[in-house]
T-cell receptor, first 115, second 114 residues
Framework: GAVVSQHPSWVICKSGTSVKIECRSLDFQATTMFWYRQFPKQSLMLMATSNEGSKATYEQGVEKDKFLINHASLTLSTLTVTSAHPEDSSFYIC???????????FGSGTQLSVL | AQTVTQSQPEMSVQEAETVTLSCTYDTSESDYYLFWYKQPPSRQMILVIRQEAYKQQNATENRFSVNFQKAAKSFSLKISDSQLGDAAMYFCAYKGPGTYKYIFGTGTRLKVLA
C-alpha cells in the first residue's frame, strides 16, 4: 500500500524559532497534499491544501505567513511553523492523494511542543 | 456547507461483541464518498472502510461493515467480534465531488473491555 512518511515525529523548540516538518510520499506521486492540525481529543482541522508547483490554499483563519507550505515536488511537501509560540503546540498531520484514487494516505504525525 | 456529526463521544464494547458507531452528515450533493478512519494510540490515521454514495450496497471489510442510509444521510459503522486492537478513536469523514478536501467528524472513542 501507499506509504506517507512524516518527519520528525516529535519536536520541541524554543519560542520564536522556526520548525520545519516534512511529508513524503514514498512509493507514489502525490498530486495533492494536505496539512491538518489536531488538538488533544479533538478532530482533524484542515489547515491547507498544496498542489505540486503551486501556492498552497489555506483554510479560513489559518495564517499563511505563520504556516509556510512548500510542495516542491510530487513526493515532498513541507510545513514550516515560523516564529513558533506556545499556542502553536499541537499535533500536525499530513496526508497525500494519488490523484484520481479516492483515498487519502496519512503520515504518522508530528507532535510540536513550543516552550 | 457540508457537515459531519458523530453524536457519541465515547463507546464501550465487550471483547467479541458487536458495536455500532453513528455518523450523520449534511450535503446537497448526490455523488460523494464517506469514510471511517481509525486513530489508535499511535495516532496514525488508518482507513477502515469507504463507501461511494452512488453504490447502494453497503461496504464491508472483514469484521467492519457500514449501514449507509443515503436518504437519511446516515453512515454507521458496525464492528463485529470486537478485539482489543479495535480500541481507538474513530472518525467519520465526507468527501464531496470535485475536491479532495475531507470533512471529519469529531470522533468517537471506542473502548474494548476484556
Amino acid at each position: 500500500g501507499a506509504v506517507v512518511s512524516q518527519h520528525p515525529s516529535w519536536v520541541i523548540c524554543k519560542s520564536g524559532t522556526s520548525v520545519k516538518i516534512e511529508c513524503r510520499s514514498l512509493d507514489f506521486q502525490a498530486t495533492t497534499m494536505f496539512w491538518y492540525r489536531q488538538f488533544p481529543k479533538q478532530s482533524l482541522m484542515l489547515m491547507a491544501t498544496s498542489n505540486e508547483g503551486s501556492k498552497a490554499t489555506y483554510e479560513q483563519g489559518v495564517e499563511k505567513d505563520k504556516f509556510l507550505i512548500n510542495h516542491a515536488s510530487l513526493t515532498l511537501s513541507t510545513l514550516t511553523v515560523t516564529s513558533a509560540h506556545p499556542e502553536d503546540s499541537s499535533f500536525y498531520i499530513c496526508s497525500a492523494s494519488m490523484g484520481s484514487v479516492e483515498k487519502l494516505f496519512f503520515g504518522s504525525g508530528t507532535q510540536l511542543s513550543v516552550l | 456547507a457540508q457537515t459531519v456529526t458523530q453524536s457519541q463521544p465515547e463507546m464501550s464494547v465487550q471483547e467479541a461483541e458487536t458495536v455500532t458507531l453513528s455518523c450523520t452528515y449534511d450535503t446537497s450533493e448526490s455523488d460523494y464518498y464517506l469514510f471511517w478512519y481509525k486513530q489508535p494510540p499511535s495516532r496514525q490515521m488508518i482507513l477502515v472502510i469507504r463507501q461511494e454514495a452512488y453504490k447502494q450496497q453497503n461496504a464491508t471489510e472483514n469484521r467492519f461493515s457500514v449501514n449507509f442510509q443515503k436518504a437519511a444521510k446516515s453512515f454507521s459503522l458496525k464492528i463485529s467480534d470486537s478485539q482489543l486492537g479495535d480500541a481507538a478513536m474513530y472518525f467519520c469523514a465526507y468527501k464531496g465531488p470535485g475536491t479532495y478536501k475531507y470533512i471529519f467528524g469529531t470522533g468517537t472513542r471506542l473502548k474494548v473491555l476484556a
